[in-house]
């Protein structure tokens, strides 16, 4: 009896002290902070939307009229367009925008400087409304534009929601004024295609070439830290070319800017240019309604994907996908278990990456089996049958953590001096007429759009 109450009296001091080395364990174990930027979803009201933020007609170097363009974008499905014609501004669709005739005449192999075709004002009231959709509309989105859309670097970005950029040529390798001055304008900016400028797929060792030129990390760090307005980088566009490496350079330039308090999102677009062309690459919105103020907040906040149908880097050369891509229905983040989970159908495969490197894979992402790998950022993308998915960077910290600012100098190339030589010559013409007048000539002047309203004027008839 004796001995009994004795155990008894053990098991109990056993079980009261259970719960202290429970916590004892869990407070051994890393905690982390997650910064989730899907964290204002309502996955079970908010609707996914389809949506082509970077494409051309003939308006600049496309050869496919403006009306073809927009029916083939509702025949593919989409619900938002924004048309980003080089150096000419996006507007109604059943008006002629401003034309960059230089650039038409250069790309004349395509655009044969045919006349501007805009939809009706039937049509176009057609297709916001969704007639032969079940009443499924496309989103107009207009003062799109390619930025630096002449510099031979292919040096570009996108604007948007602004009305800066009509006719700017810009200057190579300098994205930091037209985002400088976009800002100013109320507008936002994305850089397109890094890969085209910096070349990394030409170099002998392009996996480790952003490591070995750190001048292109800190370009592109150093701008997404100074304008908040500028939101991201396209990392796959077009067939994936020549920006397969960007999605290193993107990982670099997170754990640069993310101790700074700046993600930068991720974004897809197809850059098409001829029909057949529009459906390789695009963005899925996560937004509540379909609306311009809906979709601007969608980029900012970076409740989106970023869809491709090319994905060299991760599948290799030989992949399209073809049918459905991957989506995803729900994304839920733990922040007392560490985990981050992705809900989703139509996929193979997803793969967690950090730091540039594969960290792990599945549906379920736990912080502290990986916290060896994993630096101040985690993402993921998804791969299917119809290609490539790309989920926005969650932030990672762990608990007592100060990230630490490395420095982010600034890049003086080749930019400098030819800023410097195109503010002279902007100078210049403003005092000398003679100049100005044969700047319209070249650059305003499209006989295509302006002849016939001209002739009107004069009352000529034929």
Not at 1 to 15: E, G, P, Q, R, V
Not at 32 to 46: C, E, F, H, K, L
Not at 122 to 150: K, S
Request: charged fraction near 20%.
């Amino acid at each position: 009896m004796k001995y009994t109450s004795k155990i008894l009296a053990l098991l109990l001091s056993l079980c009261l002290l259970l719960p202290c080395l429970a916590l004892g364990v869990s407070a051994a174990e890393p905690a982390y902070t997650i910064g989730n930027p899907y964290a204002s979803v309502n996955w079970d009201t908010w609707e996914q939307y389809k949506a082509q933020l970077h494409c051309h007609t003939n308006a600049s170097d496309g050869d496919i009229p403006l009306n073809e363009q927009i029916e083939e974008h509702y025949r593919l499905g989409y619900d938002i367009l924004c048309i980003t014609d080089h150096m000419s501004l996006g507007v109604p669709w059943n008006k002629i925008p401003r034309t960059m005739p230089l650039m038409r005449l250069v790309k004349y192999d395509r655009t044969k400087m045919a006349p501007i075709a805009p939809l009706t004002d039937q049509r176009r009231q057609e297709i916001l409304t969704g007639v032969g959709r079940g009443g499924r509309g496309m989103l107009e989105i207009t003062q799109g534009v390619e930025l630096n859309g002449a510099v031979p670097s292919n040096s570009h970005l996108q604007g948007f929601f602004c009305d800066f950029g009509q006719g700017k040529i810009g200057v190579d390798y300098d994205w930091e004024t037209p985002v400088k001055k976009a800002q100013a304008a109320g507008g936002v900016t994305v850089i397109d295609h890094p890969g085209f400028a910096t070349k990394a797929d030409y170099s002998d060792d392009p996996m480790h070439f952003y490591d070995d030129n750190p001048k292109w990390v800190n370009k592109f760090a150093r701008l997404f830290v100074e304008y908040p307005s500028c939101l991201g980088i396209d990392i796959n566009s077009m067939e994936d070319n020549h920006t397969h490496y960007d999605r290193i350079l993107y990982d670099r330039i997170l754990a640069k800017t993310i101790p700074y308090g700046v993600v930068p999102w991720s974004f897809c677009f197809s850059d098409g240019h001829y029909a057949g062309q529009f459906d390789r690459g695009w963005t899925v919105h996560l937004m509540s309604g379909k609306t311009p103020a809906a979709l601007r907040k969608s980029m900012e906040d970076g409740t989106f994907f970023g869809v491709a149908r090319f994905a060299r880097l991760e599948k290799g050369d030989d992949f399209e996908g073809v049918g459905d891509p991957p989506v995803v229905k729900r994304i839920g983040v733990d922040q007392a278990k560490g985990t981050i989970t992705i809900t989703a159908s139509k996929y193979d495969s997803i793969t967690w990456v950090s730091n540039g490197n594969i960290v792990a894979t599945g549906k379920t992402l736990k912080l502290a089996d990986h916290d060896k790998d994993i630096g101040c950022y985690v993402r993921a993308y998804l791969l299917g049958k119809g290609g490539i998915l790309y989920v926005q960077p969650f932030t990672v910290q762990r608990a007592g953590q100060t990230l630490v600012k490395e420095d982010i100098p600034k890049v003086f190339d080749l930019s400098v001096p030819l800023r410097f030589l195109s503010d002279t010559a902007e100078f210049v013409m403003k005092f000398f007429p003679p100049l100005r007048w044969l700047w319209w000539l070249l650059t305003w002047f499209d006989p295509a759009v302006d002849l016939p309203g001209l002739m009107n004027l004069i009352g000529y008839t034929a």
